[in-house]
């Protein structure tokens, strides 16, 4: 079965600091995603990936970035952490020629900016 | 741009009982998918169900069932002989058949099933 494994379930960074959430999936899949969990909001996109290299933005990518220099790897970066930023993100990848279309996504990674 | 709405953001049932969450999207597409996403409390989310718009059938997954009103733009989850292990947040999301695969998200409802 899939694996899409999240480096960290639970995280506390300071005000300012840079953090990086890692994301890191076992099947070859082109697409990787970042989502943001909010209370209320669902599931929000912030960047996502269809190629190594290659970015685009989501709907909410102010304050973050993201890397992607290998293929099974696909990193969220927040610049210089906020309060606003304390949420659940969760990464998520698929597979461009899938013709079951089913996106699979790690367990997520609780993160509190304090 | 494409919305999803989930109208009940708690529900409760007992077990055995026959529950049905609510779903509504707009889109101005004529191919796309929708899903049914699980999230117990371990938060890894977990496909119930998918529909492709194309199909006219229902989607069944066992227990699950989907109520899909392509007209309507409305897309509801039943669950029969609900369990215990039902408890969970449920999230309907909308997928584009072109494109880069991104998914939109409906707010979700925490559905929780009393023994």
């Known amino acids: 079965d899939v694996k899409v494994t999240q480096s960290s379930r639970y995280l506390v960074k300071r005000t300012g600091e840079k953090v990086f959430l890692e994301c890191v999936q076992d099947?070859?899949?082109?697409?990787m995603f970042w989502y943001r969990q909010d209370p209320g909001l669902g599931l929000r996109l912030i960047y996502f990936?269809?190629?190594?290299?290659?970015?685009e933005k989501g709907d909410i990518p102010e304050g973050y970035s993201v890397s992607r220099e290998k293929k099974e790897r696909f990193s969220l970066i927040l610049e210089s952490a906020s309060t606003n930023q304390t949420s659940m993100y969760l990464c998520?990848?698929?597979?461009?020629?899938?013709?079951?279309?089913?996106?699979?996504f790690g367990q997520g990674t609780r993160l509190t900016v304090v | 741009a494409q919305t999803v709405t989930q109208s009940q953001p708690e529900m409760s049932v007992q077990e055995a009982e026959t529950v049905t969450l609510s779903c509504t999207y707009d889109t101005s597409e004529n191919n796309y998918y929708l899903f049914w996403y699980k999230q117990p409390p371990s938060r890894q989310m977990i496909l119930v169900i998918r529909?492709?718009?194309?199909?006219?059938q229902n989607a069944t997954e066992n227990r699950f069932s989907v109520n899909f009103q392509k007209a309507a733009k409305s897309f509801s989850l039943k669950i029969s002989d609900s369990q215990l292990g039902d408890t969970a947040m449920y999230f309907c999301a909308f997928m584009a058949f072109q494109g880069a695969q991104k998914l939109v998200f409906g707010q979700g409802t925490r559905l929780t099933i009393n023994p």
């Open positions: 998520a990848s698929s597979l461009s020629r899938d013709k079951i279309v089913r996106p699979f």
């Open positions: 099947m070859d899949h082109e697409n």
């Open positions: 529909q492709e718009a194309y199909k006219q």
């Open positions: 990936s269809y190629d190594v290299k290659m970015k």
